[in-house]
């Protein structure tokens, strides 16, 4: 597994870290709860066949300028401005979990901006009836056996790298569950629903058959109201992030989509 | 010194077996503990306590604001000072607080403290909590990361709304009025009440406080040992900013029990006690720390709540001992609550105050399950033997953080309350 480029782009005047490696069509990633302190098998995978683009959302590992957005819409207009700077803008988008919740709405509100879309278990939904699991009211040791089927796939994601400052690292990691909170605290509901009718290109549905913090009725419910065709799958042995836990299958069925 | 006699409006019927089978005291506690039938008895007891307490003489009755918890029966603390404003007549009203972010406007914390100074004749201490994480992020639902934001500038609107004398306009960032213009308005207007700020052990709120000339309150479960840490670090901020040591800068909360004798202290009040440090703090660890609530400078500081700290310390199993005392020996060796004959509490609440620096010692002589009887014996047997041997203390220094009320004659004659006339 070798190292992609880094590039830092400017958004709200904060440093967003964008990964860049591979070649061919561009295809571009959104991480789940936690984002990416680190490189993973799975973008390796995809960067096999694609140039695989990872944008860092404000205030996930790499970023910061979380703290000046106040609302749904400043997290909408900012997440543009990164995709833009991405060199993403018309480009193929995978959106997991927290990252899910924005790549569906940019390819809602954005026409054009999007080419293709697949969600993995995004959130953005909430069924009163069929209520996800709050990630921010856990145990520490809990969240690693909600984030993944294996919870070792999430202990190994942020793990303290050598050499990492013992003291700025596990706020880091704190700082990305605070900006997932500040987008989307307390239900990750964002209304998200009433404009998944606006959704007009084509999307795939990606969810682990083990997660424990979406409901897998949620893929239903998008399913059903994403004006564009759609399509739902199952990855087996997969939880939450199912990227972590089946990067080889998941990355399989998202080329497969987008062959 | 000042002594402020405290409620907490514990619920006292909990069950003994509430720890093995309820997972927390607070946020999600069970419905089917609270007897609202009972309640009504408690919420009697607790402000017969507190009016009890004014005419011992203490200088303040403190309320506080908790919300879906079992320890805190007060969601509005401003329903309890109002009553007290009728019910009492020279005490100080310390309205420990409201916490800011929660209020939709916050308009609503100026006009509501405006009308118990009103009512009161003055009397009001506004206390101004950002609130617990159990309190505001998970019974209330308020986003951890944007609690202070709105907390700061819910403090900036409600200050102008107390001091502007023209109707203005205030766009913030989460608070937009167009019109703002509070009626009543407060009688200590010169420029407004006192504010108080209960806080952690955060250098940016003590900064805060030595820059508005707020007293801060520094209100631990975990008494004056544990505290001592906490206050020096204030004081030492205090010096770098060029403060001086007023000890009227600060509070500190401190339970205390006071009897004949330490022994009889012991029997009396280790029940209560227990029932407090074991069941009223029995908080699940996942409520503790909300991402965000805690800013990114205080966890390089590497300090914590003191509730999450027990929480936290109650998961991880044993090696926190400090912060986990349950059983009345640790209770008491660790200084959590002070007991003893009135001499011995005499000296323990002037080493406290002397060693912590603190003008303002916020009592609590009720807690847990402590019956009615035994709170006015423990509030009546403060009053009047160890008040007047403490009183004394930093009387070389003047508190500019006090109600300043009407002049007594000028303000309305209470009428005593007499239901029996009314029937007749």
Known sequence: MSEPQTLTVDVNGFPCRIWRKGSGPKLGFLAGFGGLPRWVPFLDRLAEKRTVIVPSLPGFPGATGHTMLDNHLDWLVAVHQLLRQADLAGADLVGSSVGGAFAADMAAVFPGLVKRLVLMAPFGLFDERDPATDPWAQRGDNVAGLMCAEPENWKKLVEMPAGANSIEWPIEMTRASEAAARALWPLGNTQLVKRLKLIEVPTLILWGDQDRIMPQGYAKILSREIRAESRVQTIAGAGHLAWLDQPQKTAEAIEAFLA | ?424
């Not at chain 2, 035994?374 to 041997?389: I, S």
């Not at chain 2, 009387?395 to 300043?404: F, G, K, Q």
């Open chain 2, 1 to 424: 010194m000042k002594l402020m006699w405290f409620h907490l409006m514990p619920y006292t019927e909990l069950p003994d077996d509430f720890n093995k089978k309820h997972p927390s005291v607070w946020v999600d506690i069970h419905s089917s503990l609270f007897d609202p039938k009972r309640a009504h008895h408690m919420y009697n007891d607790f402000m017969d306590e507190l009016e009890f307490a004014a005419e011992c003489g203490f200088d303040a009755v403190c309320v506080n604001e908790h919300h879906s918890n079992g320890y805190g029966l007060m969601p509005s603390p401003n329903l309890i000072a109002s009553s007290l404003a009728r019910r009492t007549t020279d005490t100080a009203l310390c309205v420990m607080g409201n916490s800011l972010a929660l209020y939709n406007p916050p308009t609503r914390v100026a006009e509501e403290f405006a009308m118990i100074d009103c009512i009161s004749g003055g009397r009001l201490i506004a206390g101004f909590p950002v609130g617990s994480p159990m309190d505001t992020c998970y019974a209330y639902g308020q986003n951890p990361s944007l609690l202070r934001e709105r907390y700061y500038e819910a403090h900036d609107l409600v200050k102008r709304a107390w001091t502007e004398k023209d109707t203005f306009a205030f766009s913030g960032r989460f608070n937009q009025q167009r019109y703002v213009n509070i009626w009543p308005r407060p009688i200590q207007n010169d420029p407004h009440p006192p504010i108080w700020i209960p806080g952690g052990g955060s250098i940016e709120t003590w900064r805060w406080c030595a820059e508005m000339d707020y007293v801060y309150c520094y209100l631990s479960y975990y008494g004056y040992k544990a505290g001592l840490s906490t206050m020096q670090g204030f004081w030492r901020e205090m010096e770098k900013l060029g403060k001086d040591r007023n000890p009227y800068r600060a509070g500190f909360l401190q339970f205390v029990g006071v009897a004949e004798s330490r022994e009889q202290a012991l029997e009396l009040y280790t029940e209560p006690a227990e029932y407090f440090y074991g069941r009223c703090l029995h908080v699940d660890a996942r409520f503790a720390t909300p991402p965000g609530y805690t800013t990114e400078a205080t966890q390089r500081a590497g300090i914590q709540g003191m509730v999450a700290q027990a929480a936290n310390a109650a998961s991880a199993g044993g090696d926190k001992k400090k912060y986990r005392a349950r059983e009345m020996k640790e209770i008491v060796d660790d200084g959590y609550v002070i007991i003893g004959s009135p001499d011995e509490v005499i000296e323990q609440v002037r080493h406290v105050a002397t060693s912590l620096n603190v003008g303002h010692l916020m009592l609590l002589l009720q807690y847990g399950n402590m019956s009615k009887d035994l709170t006015k014996y423990n509030t009546r047997l403060f009053a009047e033997k160890v008040m007047p041997h403490v009183k004394d203390l930093f009387s070389e220094w003047e508190d500019r953080w006090w109600p300043r009320p009407m002049a007594q004659g000028q303000r309305a004659a209470v009428p005593a309350f007499q239901p029996r006339l009314a029937a007749e």
